[in-house]
């Protein structure tokens, strides 16, 4: 036999956050009121009056709780509410009339306010939802229609004018602007949009328009499936709640043992009249529910996820919400988690007498012609330059490009071609390639009709605000932060100190990555692990907490790790801690508070020093006490930043 905590999921009004479930208390307390004043003398009107007037009290406050009840006892379950439904009754029995109705008047409005409240937490994350607008303006052979979003379908295109929202996930057709990302990434600074860029449903486009091509129907959208996930998240349950929950399948038996006891044995002594011990007993009940305990850690771990969702980070659950208080050390992935994923050119090392425009168009003439991300590199860097186009471009299987140009012969590749081709490399130029391939960077060298034009380095450059990351990680306390990698030795430590990496394992197989991470669990206890989501998923799994670089909201981001990061911004990391703790301490408030609410009551009501009104005041005070405590998370500001 368990006892079941206030139903949390009663009605949908109250789930939406509406002040609807208001109502039944407020009529059941006017016919208490005015029964208790006709009982007073203070109003005039005949007996049965004044009894109908609480029975209607009983019934407005007490059918609902009933009903839930007596359906769970049915299956041998023990519900509070029915329990309080089965406390009134006893006290009217003894015609303590006003007692029982208070009891059930009081215990409504609790749980009224306190669906009000859990409701205020899930219109936080369901307000997400209905930022995407409802139609869309659909390109068609005949002109522009407007359509529900939900008839869009993959390649259609839509119009999107300024300042308007994005109705559907899809890739920019046409038009440039920039876009406001914040609701899916958080992102404070809108992101520049041009043809083939991605854009996501609900988004703000600034002030250009754009013709948006759609990747995926409405129901599939990025913002579609983080709400999904996020209120998937609220049914997964943390360490504490499980705790809580064994907890109360000891104690509950305990309380319903005692509650007869309390309510048999004083009679039965001589310490007290019937009536006096059934009254104590019914106080005694009320005080030792421990409806403030059940909902003291799901109120804070759903605020807790609704907050971090607003902020461009996925937790996906209770659970993951404390491990990430928790950590002590993290790892992270050198490509595409410190580093942006996107080689691009450091450095130009021209030949005597090449001027460095010349060399950039000339390695720019062959990149065009491939889809490798150094040419994509190289192309970009010679967008101010003359434009060369080779003719007849093939690859030099691991080692380059070859091409014609101008009639002769033209190469760009590794410093190994360079070696193949025997071509006079000037002391300069090779001093400042070594140099510059000991610091890690990757060099493509361009030779044209058999002579050096010079050399481009490249290389994949740390993100903006990594430092800034790793420096507010330490000052939370986290430390060391590692950074394991595939890459050469000479490019993780160049990175490592650029970004004040601690420790660095370089070289790494995957398979070297996990071990390194359980070596890792073994010396920290709890530890995350950050990556792209695709190449590092097993050393994600491994991890305490895996965190995902979400590249926009990729579908492996959103559904292979712990915690998905929607932007790629490491500095979301430190806030994800920070907000992890405090929710932490939040969730430790509300278990003292609510425990130690029962240890007071208990004793008091069975010394008579409490009674059953104030009883039900103390207890429904402390439980929506404690959802209210759990929503100061929804308001929590990252103070981490310097």
Known sequence: MSVHAHDHAADAADEEGGLDGLLVPVAAGACLAAAWCMQRGWLSGPWEAQRLLFVAAYLIAGSGAFVRGLRLAVRLHLDVDFLMVVAAIGAAWIGRWVDGGLLLFLFSLGNALEHYAMGQARKAIRALGQLAPRVARRRTDTGDEE????????????LVRPGERMPADGRVHAGAGAVDQSPITGESVPVEKAPGDEVFAGTVNGDGSLEIS????????????????????QHQKGRTQRVAERFTAIYVPCVVAGTLAALALPPLLGWLPFDESLLRAIAMLVGASPCALAISTPAAVLAGVARAARSGVLIKGGLHLES????????????????????????VVPAPGVEPARLLSLAAALERRSEHPIAHAIVTAAEGAPRLDASDVTAIRGKGLRGTLEGRPLEAGSPRLLAELATEVPAEVRARIEALDREGHTIVAVIHGGALQGALALSDRPRTEASRAIDRLHRLGVRPVIMLTGDRRAVADQVARSVGVDEVQAELLPEDK???????????????MVGDGVNDAPALAMATVGVA????????????????????DLER??????????????????????????????????????????AVI??????VAVVINGLRLLAWRDRTQA
Request: aromatic letters at 2%; hydrophobic letters at 50%; zero cysteines.
């Open 214 to 233: 759609v990747t995926r129907r409405a129901q599939d959208s990025t913002m579609a499936r983080m709400i999904r996930l996020v209120e998937e998240a």
């Open 147 to 158: 359509v529900p979003v939900e008839r869009l379908a993959p390649g259609d295109t839509i």
């Open 618 to 623: 103390m207890h429904e005070g402390s439980t």
């Open 514 to 528: 996990i071990e390194h991470v359980r070596s890792l669990l073994q010396r920290h206890g709890a530890i995350a």
């Open 324 to 347: 990430l208080a928790e950590i002590r050390a993290i790892a992270m992935d050198k490509t595409g988690t410190i580093t942006a994923g996107r080689p691009t050119v450091a450095a």
């Open 573 to 614: 990391i430190p806030f994800a801690v920070a907000l992890a703790r405090f929710a932490r301490s939040v969730i430790r408030q509300n278990v003292l508070v609510s425990m130690g609410m029962v240890l007071l009551l208990i004793p008091l009501t069975l010394a008579g020093l409490v009674n059953t009104t104030l």
């Open 549 to 568: 670089m979400g590249r926009g909201g990729t579908d492996v981001a959103l559904e292979a790790a712990d915690v998905a990061l929607m932007a790629d």
